[in-house]
């Protein structure tokens, strides 16, 4: 019999993350928020990861928020969230809706400059 303390950092992350993607199919529910589950995964786990949380979206109808700071995860996304300091004590909350698959992301709004990932965006802003 083997422990979880024989495995690696990385490996005990994908653990986690198995147990809580059974959770999820199991019980369901309309909305689940993971906070960087993949921040110890490599990169061949990172794309498992990102796949199955794609065909988890798609076939049990749940909305799924990732807090992440990986750019593989945050390629499957619909929108992105970010916030930004441009000013001392003014935070500014900028969303990218992704649009079509395949393309680029273009920012639009007050000098927010090309946007990372997949598909057409478009740049969203608000203040704090």
């Given at each position: 019999m083997y422990s979880i303390e024989m495995l690696f950092g990385g490996e005990k992350?994908?653990?986690?993350?198995g147990v809580i993607i059974g959770v999820i199919k199991y019980?369901?529910?309309?909305?689940?928020?993971?906070?960087?589950?993949d921040a110890a995964l490599d990169e061949k786990n990172l794309g498992r990861l990102s796949q199955k949380l794609e065909e988890m979206r798609e076939r049990e109808q749940t909305q799924i928020v990732i807090i992440t700071h990986s750019k593989q995860t945050m390629s499957i996304?619909?929108?992105l969230y970010g916030a930004t300091m441009e000013e001392a004590g003014?935070?500014?909350?900028?969303?990218?809706r992704i649009g079509a698959r395949g393309g680029k992301g273009r920012g639009e709004g007050e000098g927010e400059g090309e946007g990372e990932g997949e598909g057409e965006?478009?740049?969203e802003e608000s203040k704090q």
């Open positions: 992350a994908l653990v986690g993350v019980k369901g529910g309309a909305i689940w928020v993971l906070d960087e589950v996304a619909n929108r003014i935070t500014k909350v900028v969303t990218v965006g478009e740049w």
